[in-house]
């Protein structure tokens, strides 16, 4: 539901800035729409006469498009009366790959995100992202980076610095990863503890980079692709542990990766 601060309970409608999620019909003409707003975080909201030939909202509510929404409060959900793009995003809709990386990044907020009230730091996180995926082929730094500061900031950052079992400071050597402990494992407590996996080096400074580092600083770091796919496997682990479910878009991703890759070595 929409939420409205008492003082202001007798307004009938806000403006908000939102990222559209999703959507999907809602009875015969309209449209339930996901947004992920400023203002308010995420919501849903009804798009009366959207799926009709001449709406005027539905161009605007296509999913990764950022937009000025006036939204009235309605007897169960908010109904979107204006839509305006502030954004389109454009290249995320002309190629398969930035397609599926935007769409990885809309999964991973939605799940991790309920209707709680503004969070704009996760706002601001998830159009930063959208404009880097439209720009320079980085997608799969541009993913890492987006993964570590989304759990940040809802909470769930991995410890890399010191051993979640015995609390000792991770020192220069290959060492173990637990998802159920929540970070690194020293290699003492690391055979001897359940559902921990070895981990290199490398991965753990390649982790810790991102975490302390801005998006410009941690492009400094160079990677194999070897090196990116054991921590995307690592955070694949660990995200599937904290969410308790399997993301939709990761094994499609990859197929969409391989696709791409074959194109290019023809």
């Known amino acids: 539901m929409l939420s409205v601060d008492p003082s202001t309970r ?17 009875g015969e003409a309209d449209r339930l729409v996901w947004l992920f707003s400023r203002e308010q975080g995420k919501l849903k909201a009804i798009a009366k ?3 009709k030939p001449r709406s005027r909202k539905a161009g605007h509510l296509e999913p990764f498009t950022r937009v ?8 169960d959900l908010p109904i979107i009366t204006q839509a305006e793009t502030l954004e389109a995003y454009l290249p995320l809709r002309d190629d398969l790959l930035r397609t ?3 769409a990885y990044a809309v999964e ?11 969070h ?13 995926l439209c720009q320079l082929n980085e997608y799969d730094f541009t993913a890492r980076f987006y993964e570590m500061r989304l759990l ?15 609390g000792n400071e991770i020192q220069a050597e290959d060492q173990y990863f637990s998802s159920r402990l929540g970070g690194a494992i020293c290699p003492n ?13 490398q991965v753990l400074k390649t982790m810790r980079h991102y975490q302390r580092s801005s998006y410009d600083e941690a492009k400094r770091l160079s990677m194999t692709p070897a090196q990116n796919r054991q921590v995307e496997a690592l955070m694949q682990h660990y995200l599937t542990y904290v969410l308790e479910q399997k993301l939709n878009t990761p094994p499609f991703l990859r197929r969409a990766r391989d696709a791409g890759s074959s194109l290019g070595s023809e």
């Open 108 to 118: 991973l907020l939605d799940r991790f995100t309920y209707e709680e009230g503004e």
């Open 68 to 75: 000025s929404l006036q939204v009235a409060r309605g007897r």
């Open 100 to 102: 599926t990386y935007a």
């Open 120 to 132: 704009q730091g996760l706002y601001r996180l998830l159009t930063e992202t959208l404009e880097r």
């Open 10 to 26: 007798r307004q009938r409608s806000l403006r908000l800035e939102a990222v559209v999620l999703k959507h999907s019909d809602w």
């Open 189 to 201: 407590c690391g055979p001897r503890t359940e559902g921990a996996y070895p981990v290199s080096m």
């Open 152 to 166: 940040d900031l809802v909470g769930f950052r991995p410890q890399l610095q010191t051993c979640t079992n015995c």
């Open 49 to 51: 006469g959207a799926r």
